[in-house]
């Protein structure tokens, strides 16, 4: 049986990721926002011998944008992959699926993979510093 471990698996779309997968079946381990604030070596253990991780992590962006608030948003994202990608088992995982955001890019004209503008507001600004961390 493969071993799929998931942050956000209890979400709108998580949850039916879960239940598809499980369906197929994988063996799911969630992976949980006191995971993640855990040691390294604990997640390290909980993540030990998945062949795919999702990351689906995030708290809703449909809330009031308060300063506290945003700090909590940019944290669930930037905060939340960099420590999946420093404890992931790198011997057995094959696949690491992160959901980013299109919020990256600017509102002005067509964007491709080829010409693009990074969005200059706050979404912008989480999904740049966000993006990166999957490539540490």
């Not at 299109?102 to 993006?131: H, M, P």
């Amino acid at each position: 049986m493969m071993k799929l471990a998931i942050t956000g698996g209890t979400g709108f779309i998580g949850s039916q990721v879960v239940q598809y997968m499980q369906s197929l079946g994988y063996e799911v381990v969630l992976i949980s926002k006191a995971d993640i604030n855990s040691e390294t070596n604990m997640l390290k253990q909980k993540l030990k011998g998945a062949t795919l991780v999702i990351n689906l992590a995030g708290a809703p962006i449909l809330k009031d944008w308060t300063e506290p608030y945003k700090k909590y948003l940019y944290h669930s994202r930037v905060h939340t992959t960099t420590n999946l990608v420093y404890a992931i088992d790198r011997d057995s995982t094959k696949l690491f699926i992160s959901a980013s955001a299109v919020g990256i890019y600017s509102g002005n004209g067509i964007q491709t993979e080829d010409n693009f503008t990074y969005a200059d507001d706050f979404l912008g600004k989480i999904c740049r510093d966000w993006e990166p961390k999957l490539y540490i």
